[in-house]
Every structure is written in structure tokens, then in C-alpha cells.
């Protein structure tokens, strides 16, 4: 089993940034970011393999950047410009070498208008 540690949520008001973190206990293969709003259905982010391809939700694109340190087994999310619609809470994703899929215990990100 893999641990994740996440990072970096919080208050921000519309326009404003934030980066989340997540640290993996062991190397990984594609990690990333998932979103869940109140009422809503979790949705993809962005994630990243370990060649660092992206792929973005288009709700994102050009406002996310997501990056990491294989390194590290870390991944980042810096968010821009800000959105009230970008209020969720935020999970981790990781996928092990064997597709196996493992999840942060989240952290909220509120965007205030």
C-alpha cells in the first residue's frame, strides 16, 4: 500500500493561486490530482506520468499546471486564476506498478468570489 500526504489547500479568493503537494511513501507510476465538489461526482484534474506527460481536464487548461520530482515521488498542482468553480476537495491520485490505484485523504480548496 502506498501513502500519500498532501499539502498545500486552503482560502483564496477568485483570481488568486495555490500549489498543492503530495508526497508518495515509495516510487510510483502516474500520479495526479482529482477533484470532488459538494453534490458532484469526483473528476479528473490533471495527471502526469513518470516520462512527465501531463494531461489536463480542459476546465483547467491554461490555468493548471501540474509537475513533479520522481526524485522525490512528489507531484505538485499549481493552480492560477482561481475560480469559484474550482471549490472542491482535491485528492491525490497514484497509480503503483501494478495499476494499482491509491488515494490522499484530501484537502479543501475554497475559492471565495
Known amino acids: 500500500q502506498v501513502q500519500l500526504v498532501e499539502s498545500g489547500g486552503g482560502l483564496v479568493q477568485a483570481g488568486g493561486s495555490l500549489r498543492l503537494s503530495c508526497a508518495a511513501s515509495?516510487?510510483?507510476?502516474?500520479m495526479g490530482w482529482y477533484r470532488q465538489a459538494p453534490g458532484k461526482q469526483r473528476e479528473l484534474v490533471a495527471t502526469?506520468?513518470?516520462?512527465?506527460?501531463?494531461n489536463y481536464a480542459d476546465s483547467v487548461k491554461g490555468r493548471f499546471t501540474i509537475f513533479r520530482d520522481n526524485a522525490k515521488n512528489t507531484v505538485y498542482l499549481q493552480m492560477n486564476s482561481l475560480k469559484p468553480e474550482d471549490t472542491a476537495v482535491y485528492y491525490c491520485?497514484?497509480?503503483?506498478?501494478?495499476?494499482?490505484?491509491?488515494w490522499g485523504q484530501g484537502t479543501q480548496v475554497t475559492v471565495s468570489s
Open positions: 491520485y497514484a497509480r503503483g506498478w501494478r495499476n494499482t490505484s491509491n
Open positions: 515509495r516510487s510510483i507510476s502516474t
Open positions: 502526469m506520468t513518470t516520462d512527465l506527460r501531463p
